[in-house]
């Protein structure tokens, strides 16, 4: 008997980031929610269907979403992250979407449930937002594991830890599944750099260079400005993109190559998210292709988790 291919919904879906890693390791794709146009024009140029839905996740009739196996979603992290405000589920315009997430879990009550947070979500406001979360999925029959998994250790050079949540309504197959070990797979950040660079992205014609030419710059060096100083990311790799790449100033990390000292290019922190060069990247603002970027996951380590989550469905 042949086995029925896993579905997924894919909410908070960005630019598909989760979705590439689910499909990769053998699910099907069935409706996909993000309330961001620009993303939509990037998800749309690079998946058949569905295409995005880019209405108010609010808006969206939950008894049209097609059935599914599986609910993924990297739901907004600003209101628990450390680099923000913390406001958390004070937060009334990105914190209470979870409560949304609980609606759909609700009505369509899927086989497993897949959630992408900051590292900060367990710890914010001294552990009562986690509870908060955790306390709703199990008074709907969820099984819940854990863990915090960094980038770093999955092969992409880019230090970037993120919690997952992984929660199954049959408590036997929560009790099988165990989150992937990390690889510890060394990847050198300079071999997913372009070989050639539009010279927009050089600094030596622009106001900040009149500072950075000052300090001494290494070619196995990621850098980034921190308001009046150079900061040097010690561990040798890319710091945690951040969606904020995109609201301009100085956030893209620096480096420098043959030709001089730059900011990253977009493709670039794409491939350190782990997106294949295959996947394309449209005419937009750069603003928009960084914060994208910044806000995606890691695609390599959400394959490897579902990869574990298929195991344990068969």
Known sequence: MERKTPTICDLFAGIGGIRIGFEKAGFRTVYANDFDKH??????????????????????????????????????????????????????????????????????????????????????????TFKIITDLLEKEGYCLKYAVLNALDFGLPQNRERIYIVGFKDKKKCDKFEFPKPKYIKVNFRKMLDKRVD???????????????????SYNTVYQWRRNY????????V???????????????????????RKLT????????????????PNIADSHLYHQAGNTVPVNVVYEIAKKIKEVLQ
């Open 39 to 128: 993303c939509k024009i990037t998800y749309d140029m690079n998946f058949e269907d569905p295409k995005l839905d880019a209405n108010d996740i609010w808006n969206v009739n939950i008894e049209k979403i097609p059935k599914f196996d599986v609910l993924v979603a990297g739901f907004p992290c600003q209101p628990f992250s450390i680099a923000g405000e913390q406001k958390g589920f004070k937060d009334k315009k990105n914190g209470n979407l979870f409560y949304r997430i609980m609606d759909i879990v609700k009505m369509k009550k899927p086989k497993v449930i897949f959630l992408e947070n900051v590292k900060n979500l367990k710890s914010h406001d001294h552990g009562r």
């Open 199 to 217: 010279d927009k992205y050089y600094y030596e014609e622009k106001p900040l260079f009149k500072k950075l030419k000052n300090y001494k710059f």
């Open 230 to 237: 150079l900061r040097e990311n010690q561990k040798g790799v």
């Open 239 to 261: 710091p945690t993109l951040t969606a904020n790449m995109g609201s301009g100033g100085h956030n893209v990390p620096i480096i420098k190559d043959k030709k001089g000292i």
């Open 266 to 281: 977009p493709r670039e922190c794409f491939r350190l998210q782990g997106f294949p060069d295959s996947y394309k990247l």
